[in-house]
DNA sequence: CGAATGGTTGATTGTGATCAATTCCCGTGG
DNA sequence: CCACGGGAATTGATCACAATCAACCATTCG
């Protein structure tokens, strides 16, 4: 029973807000809160969301209590798409979000749909494949190193944020958040980046953590 | 520098064997003996490929000598379709193989191949996920214990063969080959399963497995 | 200002990696 | 058919790294 299950849901006080417009069917654009759930595991898969701004976890709970993510998803990316009828995986919003709602496309009636779909199919797996390769192996600095480095994919843009909880990268990593923070630590000590907060850092030796990961 | 290292290709003898008409553009029919290889990660991905009859892994192989096995592929899989113009994963024979060559679609032209092909990529993606959620978190046992029962997809079919070797089997789960073997006799010494050799074992005990990976 | 949440740090334990021998298969050739 | 050889698998001893348990800081928010 770890810490994970602190991660309780908020959905008491209404904090969805409802479609910032009188005809939904129109103009499906939805409002999450931080921690708020937009579709959980199991439900009926009846939508799929375009992230247009914040940041999005899928994840799972298990029986044991512990929560594993599977991915972040980024503004721009499609997520809810399902070979079946249900949700494989829960998504929650990380900070406050504003998504797109689409319907599904029937595919035997707009096989054009489809050409769309397999795109965002596609990327979707490579990104499965990515996090399979960061947990696969390797100690907990080669994971670390890796998440920091695809997480902030344009370059040059130096300081970053990083928008989840220790928490979160824990359960998306395999590892615990004690040993988040001192892998952190760790490399703060070893010059390869800087703190400003907790949740702000700066890179400073790119090819020293691009070395690590292998 | 681990044991995955001594996987050497064993492509100097001819293993390969021409496809098995005069006319390979009709029946593009393919033989591949264990461990050799069908592409390569960073090759350019001119074809798909369906498993007729046999086991292929699709793994990468890292700077420091060690292999990651992404996914395992049985008959019926198609595999080898990229959202880019290289190949991501290299595929490899575990045995003896027949696989059917397939033009990739061209879905600018062919919308309907889309829908197809759409049908690969969600399996394929569920498959990534299965693998990343099995390699998260848990222990030696509950990984292993879920790789088995993944593995035995029909039930009542209690006797199973492990078509892999340990080295194979540690690769995907991201163990080593020892926790591998001492995992399994773990289980044998609870009773769960019987080794009738290494390679042949039956499950006994399929609600306690099951019960183990949560 | 105080409570609560999130994050860091320290001490200890446990699990799996590593290093190192054997043993077991299984195919091969005498 | 049996002996042999070599890769695969098991087993043992030790070590290292991350989990766990437990305080302790720092920020934010009411």
């Known amino acids: 029973m770890s810490a994970s299950m602190m991660q309780e849901r908020k959905s008491g006080p209404a904090l969805a807000r409802p479609p910032q417009t009188a005809r939904p069917e129109v103009q499906p654009v939805l409002s999450f809160a931080p921690d708020e759930t937009i579709f959980r595991e199991g439900g009926e898969a009846r939508w799929m969301y375009k992230l247009v701004d914040g940041l999005v976890r899928g994840c799972r709970f298990h029986a044991d209590g512990r929560r594993q993510i599977e991915v972040f998803h980024k503004p721009g990316d499609v997520f809810g798409f399902e070979p079946g009828l249900e949700y494989g995986l829960s998504a929650e919003a ?15 009636r707009d096989p054009h749909a489809a050409v769309r779909l397999c795109g965002y199919a596609m990327r979707a797996l490579a990104a499965a494949q990515a996090h399979a390769r960061l947990l696969g192996r390797g100690s907990a600095g080669q994971r670390l190193a890796g998440f920091l480095l695809d997480l902030q994919a344009e370059p040059r843009q130096e300081l970053m944020e990083l928008p989840m909880t220790r928490q979160d990268i824990a359960d998306y990593l395999g590892l615990t958040i004690e040993t988040i923070s001192r892998t952190l630590g760790q490399f703060v000590r070893q010059g390869m980046l800087h703190l400003v907060t907790a949740r702000k850092l700066r890179i400073l030796d790119r090819e020293g953590l691009a070395a690590l990961c292998g």
């Open 94 to 108: 990380v900070t406050a979000c504003t998504v797109l709602r689409l319907a599904r496309p029937d595919l035997a």
